[in-house]
């Protein structure tokens, strides 16, 4: 095409672009031309016209990182000029692998052994469907944590699954921990060469693509877990008497110096109460053995681990969660089990995770979580959580063995960037982090914290130190939310749509947006309210805002540690 005719073809395309959409493309095209990512004439005329091959990348992400895994590799796959096309578990029909020639997947491993909660459909047809996948080769790039007892479980089962149907396993599956980004981009690499090499391409043609290739993640994460031994050092209720929260504010000490970063977490294996070990063993007859139960699932039964138990003691369980200890007064046995088969359905416990809220700088030896007390109701009896109540139980002094979880997609950007965070309930831990290691680093971006609770005067957490922050201008704003200090539900989500105007200049002027806390109903209220905020400030349609956050979170500028 001609030059002039290019000009009236771009025009006719950005017709309807809105201003901010044109400012959001110039950025872009500048931030392709600055890394090279866009190809000279010379190398788009060597560029071979077609692709045999045509890959179909399909992840299953609950907290985003196969998503952004995905998109990444999608990327990879159009500057090596491979047509590829990308889905979501959550959406793509299982029908439909029957006429793909070559799928990656890529698909993280969540609750104990299972499949992302928006993956589960998929999986669930996979298993029950009559489908012949023999004209199909796939990868499996498995994300998971080695902590966990049952690692990368989910994509094990894919495998497992896709064989099953006959399809053909064309690179090594992987299974990645914590640290994954490098390993995935060796992964990505020899995909890139498979389709490159499976392709019409002239040879010499993909060679010179695959020294192009821009497998280099922007941040090698070299931290990997690390166990410490240590104390309780201080532990205290955040909360004042009157609230209906027992939130606390724990100090974990340790002789070793604490290698972590602000928005890491600090990994517990928690230990069942012996009284309930010791009742479960007893009706085994072996209460000498109580102690083998400790660090076993034993609470909140569910899926796998119920069905094991209906089909050894020969009972239907009615419950959808239970506790070992009611199952076992509420649904009799029909056939006598002993101890040890007992032992070989349960499975080890699986860590918990707590959002660190301290900076390493101001104590090297110390580490501090912010823990709520997870309380319920099951069968009619009141009940709290075996980690969080745990914890809680502690006193100062008291042994503690735990791991720092290193969070690569969750931490700090450069000291002069601008910083938006927000924070209700327990969310506020990694800020309090953010906001004491900024102060002690100098750090002249902004910041601007929302945080929520149910009540200003006993639930507003480091209340002292927040003031200070602001009073020292380390804090740039400050809203907060009190959902229950008026006639009317307040909320951070309603503070953030108050604040549209000023929060869409910060995120225009390139602030970082973080969101932590509670995933459901907070975090989606929370992006309903950004969604608007951007429809309103750029006069887009709904479509046109979801994608627009979408591109944040996937470029880096939204951040998201919700559970
Ligand atoms: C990255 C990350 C960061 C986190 N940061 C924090 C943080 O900073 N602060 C914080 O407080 N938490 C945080 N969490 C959550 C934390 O890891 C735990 O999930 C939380 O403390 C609950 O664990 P628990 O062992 O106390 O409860 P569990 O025993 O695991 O119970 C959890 C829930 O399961 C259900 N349940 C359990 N047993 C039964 C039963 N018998 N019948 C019916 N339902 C049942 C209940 O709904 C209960 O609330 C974070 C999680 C992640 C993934
Ligand atoms: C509550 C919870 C449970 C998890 N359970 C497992 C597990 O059973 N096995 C495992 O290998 N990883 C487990 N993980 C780790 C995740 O798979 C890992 O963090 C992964 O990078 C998440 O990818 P995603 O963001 O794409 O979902 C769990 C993580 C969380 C927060």
Redesign the pocket.
């Known amino acids: 095409m001609q030059f002039d005719q290019k000009i009236s073809a771009l025009q006719k395309q950005i017709q309807g672009y809105s201003r901010e959409e044109l400012l959001w493309f110039n950025g872009y095209l500048s931030g392709l031309l600055a890394n090279n990512q866009i190809a000279t004439t010379a190398q788009l005329e060597s560029i071979a016209p077609t692709i045999q091959l045509n890959p179909v990348v399909l992840y299953?992400?609950?907290?985003?990182?196969?998503?952004k895994l995905a998109f990444e590799l999608l990327k990879l796959f159009k500057q090596n000029n491979i047509q590829a096309r990308c889905f979501d578990l959550a959406t793509y029909k299982v029908k439909q692998l029957a006429k793909e020639e070559f799928v990656l997947f890529i698909c993280?491993?969540?609750?104990?052994?299972?499949a992302?909660v928006s993956a589960q459909r998929f999986f669930g047809e996979l298993e029950h469907e009559a489908l012949d996948l023999s004209t199909l080769s796939y990868s499996v790039l498995g994300?998971?944590?080695?902590s966990?007892?049952?690692?990368?479980?989910a994509a094990e089962d894919l495998q497992i699954l896709l064989n099953k149907h006959g399809g053909v396993l064309s690179i090594a599956s992987q299974k990645l921990d914590?640290d994954?980004k490098t390993a995935a981009h060796q992964w990505f690499k020899e995909v890139i060469n498979h389709v490159l090499n499976k392709s019409v391409t002239p040879i010499h043609n993909a060679v010179e693509n695959r020294q192009e290739l821009n497998t280099q993640p922007k941040e090698i994460s070299t931290r990997t877990k690390r166990s410490y031994k240590g104390i309780i050092g201080h532990s205290i209720i955040l909360n004042d008497r009157e609230s209906n929260k027992k939130t606390y504010h724990i100090e974990l000490e340790s002789d070793e110096e604490l290698d972590y970063s602000p928005g890491d977490a600090v990994g517990i294996y928690p230990k069942n109460k012996h009284e309930v070990c010791a009742e479960i063993a007893t009706l085994f007859k072996a209460t000498d053995r109580a102690f083998e139960l400790e660090k076993l699932t034993i609470t909140g039964l569910s899926g796998n681990t119920l069905k094991k138990l209906e089909d050894i003691l020969t009972i239907e369980v009615t419950d959808k969660r239970i506790d070992l200890i009611d199952l076992l007064n509420l649904y009799p046995a029909n056939k006598q089990v002993t101890f040890d088969q007992l032992l070989t359905v349960l499975v080890p416990m699986?860590p918990r995770?707590y959002s660190i809220s301290s900076s390493a700088l101001t104590n090297s030896h110390q580490v501090t979580i912010t823990v709520a007390l997870a309380e319920f109701e099951s069968n009619g009896v009141n009940k709290s959580g075996v980690c969080s109540s745990f914890l809680s139980s502690l006193s100062v002094g008291q042994d503690i063995e735990f791991y720092i979880h290193p969070n690569s997609e969750f931490y700090l950007p450069n000291a002069d960037t601008d910083i938006v965070m927000v924070g209700p309930g327990t969310g506020i831990a990694p800020f309090r982090s953010f906001l004491q290691h900024r102060d002690l680093r100098g750090d002249s971006g902004r910041n601007w914290l929302f945080f929520g609770e149910q009540h200003f005067v006993c639930d507003f957490y480091y209340q002292t130190e927040i003031q200070q922050w602001l009073e020292s201008g380390v804090l740039t704003k400050l809203d907060t939310a009190f959902s229950r200090d008026q006639k009317y539900k307040i909320y951070v989500q309603d503070r953030l749509r108050q604040q549209s105007k000023q929060l869409w200049q910060w995120i225009e002027s390139g602030a970082i947006l973080y969101v932590c806390g509670q995933k459901s109903p907070m975090s989606q209220d929370v992006e309903n309210a950004l969604v608007e905020i951007i429809r309103e400030n750029t006069q887009s349609s709904e479509e046109q805002a979801v994608a627009y956050l979408d591109t944040m979170f996937l470029n880096g500028q939204y951040k998201k540690d919700v559970?």
């Open positions: 299953g992400s609950e907290t985003g990182n196969s998503k993280s491993t969540q609750g104990e052994g299972e992302p994300l998971g944590d080695s966990y007892p049952l690692f990368c479980k914590v994954y699986s995770l559970y």
